[in-house]
């Protein structure tokens, strides 16, 4: 297979590694990218994996709490400036209205809901997008529940960029469930904990953690202690209940949440525009090419 420049570009901002490191890992690997990951990894010029998803389409993320019921959802633009717009604010707003009344499964089935004004949601969208001149897209939500006695926490982020919304159960101080929002805002946890993480990514962590030390020169003898110690680090990046609380580093969240007898029962985690594609706009260009057609 050919390894092309944008292959290697993008392994390079996936894992932080040289050009020619990037390029012999994909030739490797056969062009494959999680493979050339590990294959970094294991020779130690990758730090851990984490996805370099650019965050790329504007927008907010919004979420709206009624009594024992909450949504959390993301609205894209196509610039920044039009998701401060008030027009656009309102739309959101509306949206999470709607939303949280009639509760669809999905996003196609909130597209063809009825608003106030009979306008169906799709269309409602569509006469946004005439007034302010911008695709706008309404890409996700998650609708949540909670019992009488436990308590949402909603917190929003860089200007709604990111969106958190926590289910707590035990306590009914939003405050506490809020903290933890926060906190899940700041370091993004995957998993709530280790026993949600799936085998396979468990599997795979160890193989490459495994070959990382022995390319270390490790004593094989004493690889596999080293490689648990490296995988409990590993639970820690990843699930929420191990990670350092971040208003308190002296204690996990796990001790947080104990400390005021609540569980985590579920969290949501949006960040604007994670995973799409930006357009990417090269303007001292565009005039550039604008001059020279005149």
Same mark, same amino acid.
């Given at each position: ?86 027009? *656009? ?5 509306? /949206? ?9 499964? @999905? !996003? #196609?089935?909130? $597209? ?121 680090? *590993? ?5 929420? /209940? ?9 204690? @996990? !969240? #796990?001790?947080? $949440? ?37």
């Amino acid at each position: 297979m050919a390894i092309t420049a944008q292959m290697v570009k993008e392994l390079r901002e996936k894992t932080g590694a040289g050009m020619m490191d990037c390029k012999k890992a994909l030739q490797e690997t056969g062009g494959d990218m999680e493979k050339a990951i590990d294959y970094l990894r294991e020779k130690g010029i990758a730090k851990a994996q984490k996805k370099a998803d650019r965050i790329a389409a504007e927008g907010v993320a919004h979420i709206l709490t009624d009594g024992n019921d909450a949504v959390i959802l993301e609205v894209n633009s196509e610039t920044d400036f039009v998701a401060k717009n008030e027009t *656009f604010k309102r739309l959101v707003e509306e /949206l999470a209205a709607v939303l949280l009344a009639q509760k669809p499964a @999905t !996003v #196609e089935e909130a $597209l063809e809901l009825k608003m106030d004004n009979g306008q169906t949601v799709s269309e409602y969208i569509h006469s946004a997008v005439a007034k302010i001149g911008e695709k706008i897209t309404l890409r996700r939500f998650a609708i949540r529940s909670k019992g009488d006695n436990d308590a949402f926490g909603a917190y929003l982020h860089l200007g709604s960029k990111i969106g958190v919304l926590t289910v707590l159960e035990g306590t009914k101080d939003e405050s506490v469930a809020k903290d933890v929002a926060m906190h899940i805002a700041a370091l993004n946890p995957k998993y709530i904990s280790r026993d949600m993480v799936t085998k396979e990514e468990i599997d795979r962590e160890r193989e490459v953690l495994t070959q990382q030390a022995l390319n270390e020169g490790k004593p094989e003898k004493i690889v596999e202690r080293i490689v648990e110690g490296r995988l409990n680090k *590993f639970f820690e990046d990843i699930c929420l /209940l191990e990670q350092a609380f971040v208003k308190n580093p002296d204690q @996990t !969240v #796990e001790q947080f $949440l104990k400390s005021h007898q609540a569980t985590i029962k579920d969290f949501v985690r949006f960040e604007v525009g994670e995973g799409l594609e930006k357009r990417s706009d090269n303007f001292a260009e565009e005039v550039m090419n604008q001059l020279k057609n005149k």
